[in-house]
């Protein structure tokens, strides 16, 4: 499969533990996107990456988050001291970044869901 | 600020009956607008954009800037349609997508 993966699928985690989730995006793919999605709601957008550079980050990330491109490939999104509102699915999705963003296509992965006790 | 308005959570059709998803959009710039469709079990993917003006597995969605809507349309819904349905509004030179809360389609046999 040569799509986005994430990783993991599923996690559990108790109320102030730390939680870590990596994301792969396609291989030549320069742009990385984090999205939040909770239930009943769209994406929510979190961050995202040109190459190894966060360009942005939403206000919705707290100082709790924490995200890292290292070499321009894959990406990892850390939660610290976790609490029960940041149960939601986290999203990851990469694009190619040619053509401006109103041809951009951006390509999701599966997600993966954090359930926080 | 920047949203996306789709005012319908559920929409149910019958198997050859037209099918309109209304996504209504506020923002002050030139909206790049797309719809993107979760199907079950699957991942999010792009079913069309606004600039491409084409129809993709028979939907179509025109800008309509004076209203500030990107209605997703199709004239005979089938049932392999059935899906959530979002649409997501990009805006200037950062990429990001705003997304509306999804509407939920579901095409009867």
């Known amino acids: 499969d040569t799509g986005v993966s994430q990783d993991p699928r599923h996690k559990i985690t108790k109320r102030g533990q730390n939680v870590t989730f990596r994301c792969d995006p396609i291989?030549?793919?320069?742009?990385l996107y984090w999205y939040r999605q909770t239930l009943g709601q769209g994406p929510e957008f979190l961050t995202y990456?040109?190459?190894?550079?966060?360009?942005?980050k939403s206000r919705l990330l707290s100082d709790r988050f924490s995200a890292e491109r290292p070499k321009g490939s894959f990406s990892t999104l850390e939660i610290q001291r976790t609490e029960q509102g940041d149960s939601a699915m986290y999203l990851c999705?990469?694009?190619?970044?040619?053509?401006?963003?109103?041809?951009?296509?951006?390509?999701f992965g599966p997600g993966t869901r954090l359930l926080v006790l | 600020a920047q949203r996306v308005t789709q005012p319908e959570k559920l929409l149910s059709v019958f198997k050859g009956a037209p099918v309109e998803l209304k996504c209504n959009y506020s923002?002050?710039?030139?909206?790049?607008l797309f719809w993107y469709v979760q199907y079950s079990r699957q991942r999010l993917q792009l079913l069309l954009r606004?600039?491409s003006r084409e129809s993709i597995k028979g939907f179509t969605a025109d800008l309509n800037k004076g209203e500030t809507s990107f209605h997703l349309k199709k004239p005979f819904a089938q049932e392999e349609d059935s899906a959530m349905y979002y649409c997501?509004?990009?805006?200037?030179?950062?990429?990001?997508?705003?997304f509306g809360k999804g509407t939920l389609l579901t095409v009867n046999p």
């Open positions: 999705a990469s694009s190619l970044g040619v053509g401006g963003p109103s041809r951009e296509t951006q390509y």
């Open positions: 291989s030549e793919h320069n742009r």
């Open positions: 990456f040109q190459n190894e550079a966060q360009l942005e």
């Open positions: 923002y002050s710039g030139s909206p790049e």
């Open positions: 606004h600039i």
């Open positions: 997501a509004l990009g805006r200037g030179s950062n990429y990001k997508l705003t």
